[in-house]
């Protein structure tokens, strides 16, 4: 077993290089099964997500030539449809297979995916969605066959703007015939990153990055590449800590527009940022002023910047609201920041946090991949040593964290335990 022990209270600068999305990367990978010739994705995070499902293409028969960083994927040998529950289980975004292999083979048999512990998480609106596409679905149990004799575009109205189900049933509708169109789908720039992807095999998507996406069937996929955008929530995370105990630290390869709502935040609680196109220079303001978060979808307040964000509302002066509206289980962490010194009352989804309290180091679990983020942020700002179990969610998400750290002046470690 590991552990992250981190020595807090040290000041960070210098640069912070961000890495390729994570949300984006788990779906890109899976899309690259669609294309009936070889695919080159560029800016891969080094992310054990990214691992499992290079374990599910090799499964599948497909052949994978990896670089640091890029990913050579040649799908067109691909002939199994079945992904075992243990690779399913592995992680959330193993059922960008279902989609990927409903329009390539028009058949997948596959598991409700794992991932993160943060609510109930359904894909109700993903099944619906390839029903609407004429597939038809058995279950049995936790396992899911989803056949179609053929796909045929159809008009789909998403209940909720889910980003998981905007790009499978996109995935889907590439290969369907006749025009899809998805209503109230999800905005968020990973769906651009893949729409752009399978754009560039020769697929006819419009509209990615808006409420209404229109997909034109096609038969064949050519060869194509794609470079995975900057990872926000990583940005935002370190953006979050720079402001608590960064000095002139340099937050690098950003896409500016991508966190303006985390950006508008900080400035109201009274960090000075020095935002330009591609970075972001940030040092620990020194008066915070509570305010108020609630998550929503892109372009809102992002669900994954909350629980590192409340870290830093403990900071501030007053009383500070932190609402989560995606999902029902994002609080794990609360019980942690509270044995460190907070003073955080839950009610359901809304955490009310008054400050500023000085954090000092605990034992402390990482509850899920956003949850351990938040407490690496604490342990970091906090008086002497935290010990965090459980990193193998962190590792899941945030690329060379440790090496990241370390080298803005962190004392941060990852040890073996028995
Ligand atoms: N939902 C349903 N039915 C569905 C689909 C979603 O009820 O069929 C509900 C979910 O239960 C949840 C809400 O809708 O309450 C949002 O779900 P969404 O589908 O948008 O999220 P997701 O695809 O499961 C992805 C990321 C999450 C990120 C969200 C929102 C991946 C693998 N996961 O999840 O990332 O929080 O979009 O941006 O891309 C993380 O990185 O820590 C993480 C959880």
Redesign the pocket.
């Known amino acids: 077993m590991k552990q992250i022990v981190i020595n807090g209270q040290k000041t960070l600068t210098g640069t912070i290089k961000i890495s390729g999305m ?2 984006s990367a ?2 890109l990978i899976p899309a690259s099964v669609l294309c009936d010739e070889d695919t080159t994705i560029t800016n891969v995070p080094e992310i054990s997500d990214k691992d499992a499902l290079l374990d599910i293409i090799k499964l599948l028969n497909g052949t994978i030539e990896e670089e640091p960083r890029t990913l050579k994927i040649d799908s067109h040998k691909i002939e199994s449809v079945t992904i075992p529950e243990n690779l399913a289980k592995k ?3 193993s059922y960008y297979f279902m989609g990927a292999l409903l329009g390539r083979k028009k058949h997948v048999e596959i598991f409700f995916p794992g ?2 512990n ?10 619906k969605g390839f029903q609407a596409l004429g597939a038809t679905i058995e279950q049995e149990n936790d396992k899911y066959i989803i056949h179609a004799e053929k796909l045929k575009g159809n008009t789909i109205y998403l209940d ?6 905007t ?1 499978n049933i996109m995935l889907a509708a590439t290969k369907a015939e006749g025009t899809t169109i998805i209503h109230n789908a ?1 905005k ?1 720039p ?1 769906i651009i990153n893949v729409a752009t992807f399978l754009n560039n095999m020769g697929a006819k998507i419009s509209g990615a990055g808006t409420s209404t996406i229109k997909i034109k069937g096609v038969n064949y996929l050519h060869k194509a590449s794609i470079e995975v955008i900057p990872d926000r ?1 990583e940005a935002g995370t370190y953006l979050i800590l720079g402001s608590l105990i960064g000095q002139n630290l340099r937050i690098e390869n950003i896409i500016k527009k991508h966190l303006k709502s985390l950006i508008l935040n900080l400035k109201k609680a009274g960090v000075q940022l020095k935002v330009h196109q591609h970075s972001i220079e940030v040092s620990a303001a020194k008066n915070l002023k509570a305010i108020n978060i609630k998550t929503l ?2 372009p809102g307040f ?3 910047w909350g629980q590192p964000m409340s870290v830093l509302l403990t900071q501030c002066k007053g009383t500070s609201i932190f609402e989560e509206t ?3 289980n994002r609080m794990g962490h609360v019980g942690y920041l509270n044995r460190m010194g907070a003073n955080i009352k839950v009610n359901n989804q809304i955490a009310t946090i008054e400050g500023p309290t000085p954090l000092h180091g605990s034992q402390v679990i990482a509850t ?3 949850a351990g983020a938040a407490l690496v942020i604490a342990g970091l700002i906090a008086e002497g040593t935290t010990t965090i179990d459980n990193i193998e969610y962190i590792l899941r ?1 945030y690329e060379q964290i440790i090496e990241k750290l370390t080298n803005v002046g962190a004392n941060i470690k990852i040890i073996d335990i028995k």
């Open positions: 994570k949300n788990v779906a992680l959330r975004a991932g993160c943060i609510g109930e998480r359904k894909i109700d609106f993903h099944l909720f703007a889910s980003v998981g189900a790009i999800a968020e990973d929530i979808v892109y992002v669900t994954d995606i999902y029902e899920d991949l956003r998400g």
